[in-house]
């Protein structure tokens, strides 16, 4: 079976026989994969009036347990990304009423982000059918290949993030 990125390979081994293309195999159909995913996902995330980055900040409170409160700067290490963008998130869900900000009692300075009864109800709704959409997109792989995948995929973010590091 030949795809897109076949082709492409195809080209580069034309044009420039002198270059080991082969990283683009993997790159190329992880970048398409990425954004067939991507799509996918913020259908159903839409269908909730939510967006993949209001999903995610509702997803990290829900499941942090009961009683479904953290820090922004814990909401953000689980998000892994960075604190201006979580500010925007939760100014966003604030103003919705899916999150309450309140003082955070162990540090007067301090911010909690809880969940409104309102962001449970909708997390809850939407989760199921997320999950759902996940089990849909992985349905061409038994387990054995999703493990597999799961694996290799956790070596490559190590290995990218190596990559990172030494870069800096």
Known sequence: MTDHVDGILAQWAAERP???????????????TSRLADASLG???A?????AASFD?????????TPFRLTPTEIGLSA??????????LNRLEREGLVRRSPNAAD?????VSLTPEGLAVIDRALPDHVATEQRMLAGLNEEQRSALATLLQALADSLTRSADESV
């Open 18 to 32: 002198d270059l080991d293309v082969s990283p683009m195999a993997v790159l190329g159909r992880l970048a398409r």
């Open 80 to 89: 892994m990304v960075t604190s201006s963008a979580i500010a925007q998130r």
């Open 57 to 65: 900040v509702l997803a990290t409170l829900r499941r942090s347990g």
């Open 43 to 45: 259908a159903t995330f």
């Open 47 to 51: 269908r909730h009036g939510l967006d």
């Open 108 to 112: 007067g300075r301090g911010t909690d």
